[in-house]
DNA sequence: AACAAGAATGTTAACGTTAACATTATTCCC
DNA sequence: GGGAATAATGTTAACGTTAACATTCTTGTT
């Protein structure tokens, strides 16, 4: 009546009766142990292959029974960025047989209900931005050696487990590919001050321009919050400078759309008239159009690799990690392509 | 050295020892079974609280050992739907102890692979838009008696589980909030005619034209393909339009941006020469500026609700359930409010 | 007061896996 | 070729919970 659990039953008693060896074979098989004769082996994973066995989550979760709860925090269900978060811890989360629990908190965080949870629910926990940035949560994981991981959060090197990429070198990047594809006056809006990314991209901007010989202007450098209307305010005042930019480089994708808008308002033509880059490549960079060229973040790989980090044994003590993953430079329709940069901005000095 | 473990150690018999009963009381006062004596009940909730116990979802999946592993279909990891959607399902999974596992597909779904963890991998499946419109999956869902959850589908009454909001409905008040403000050309663009959430969309919108007396005028009326691409062209042949409406309601959020994108290339002020009104209530409706006024789905609570519903032991079997969830007029900036209105709509007929 | 009937609680065993220890097979060397 | 050393496999018990059955305590009845 109810095939599922026939088929889902099968347990490593079963894989080990068709082998012809014991169970605990068939566990040090499937755990890579070193010492199992290369034929017994063989024998083992053909039987595995032939009934399908997957491992028990729930079984292997309750024998080892260390670490069982991983909190990942987030601010706003409809944030661009927690999709892809969530896909990347769970599937980590699901490997390891580890439950994860997402909490609610915005900026203006209650840290007492933060702290009760540490003496009970939960056994790791997981900040993204823009909590990453907050002195508070540092300051309370330190308190309780609660094991945590920091996601693109400010750089304090060894004060604390951080995942993040180079914001510095990706908004060095883009610049240059900006440069690269004949700008010289290129226009740049800021991030929010309150978040450290924001001065880091801006750092990879002068980096990029000085590199290239090329002046740092003032007037092209405008102040944004991370929105899109501040993003559109930033370059209506870029639009009305006299001679104004030929491009401008946004601190993430929403002011990057916010600068379109203010484009098509003043009749300024994408990417002809305006080059326009982002960064972060949320959601929004596709859905809009043309769509934007932005510097993409593997969120998914970086949420998976913090649950795998917070999962160690002494992820709560001292020696810290610091881990920087790759970036990817993309180039849509907000940016012209010529197939003489193409190589160069793909793989840069 | 590691306040943690310590804690999170508590187990049922820790609580037992405490309240002076076996540890078998204890479990039947955490699944609040009748059988137990109030005074007794009453000592081991103190006992748990003091103790702060939690039960190891672990060892109570090991031991259910029925419904272990659901499945959530998705197809875009970058989907503005994804988050809310898995937040929903996590909520409802981890109370239940089950994993959620999510699998990533596109309308090119291949058919066969899906069949192969049907036989071992999952034990249930969550299929949201648009993979829900796909009749291959509701076959393959069928033929095996597979325990199945449809987000949003073409309604076939009975022939499978479906949770959704009254589109119909829905666009039929959000129109009606349209015309409450004075608006009488108010032009519609369509979603893409592969889901059936699109024509319900259109019918709602017609019904209420046609109850407030407003003549249907095939011209205000465009194709549109839920993207914003779509969504922008549609608005610039409405703008072209000899007397153009003065309102414009797309079938979801995406091509109202679009819509938003075009009227600044025109030149049209929004919300005060042209209204637009979307649909979802997606991330890009409150990152645009003006905001835009749409419908919102509460989309986890449907994915929560999706989840328990799945978990029933006879979800594979008819009778089938249909859940229709409420859904909510949502009014902001790209939409005017006037005091008088406010109301009626808010809580239409 | 004695006892049946039911309510409340306790005992046992099992879910699937693996750490730690125990046993058996293989290899190597003089 | 005998025995020590090492490699390979097996056995046992335990992780925390609960279903099923067993026992004890209440209550009401005659």
Redesign the pocket.
Known sequence: MNQRNKSG????????KKA?????????V??S?????????IKVENAIAELN????V???A????TVRRICLLYGNPSSAYLGELLLGALEAASEAGVHLVVERTDPAINLESLENHFESDWDAIIVPPPMSDLAGIRQLVAKHNFPAVFLSSATIPGRANEIRIDDHRAAFEMTNALISEGHTRIGFIKGNPNQSVSERRLQGYFLALTEAGLPIDDYLIRDGLFTYRSGEQATSQLMALPSRPTAVFASNDDMAAGALASAARHGVAVPTELAIAGFDDSPIATTIWPALSTVRQPVAKMAKTAVETVLNADAGQPPFKTIVMPHEIIRRGTTLKTESTYLSVDRPV
Do not use: E, F, H, Q
């Open positions: 039953k099968v347990t490593i008693v079963d894989v080990a012809g060896v014991s169970p605990m074979t068939i566990s040090r499937v755990n142990d070193p010492k199992v004769k290369p034929s017994t082996r066995y997957a491992p028990n729930a079984a292997r309750l024998k080892g029974s």
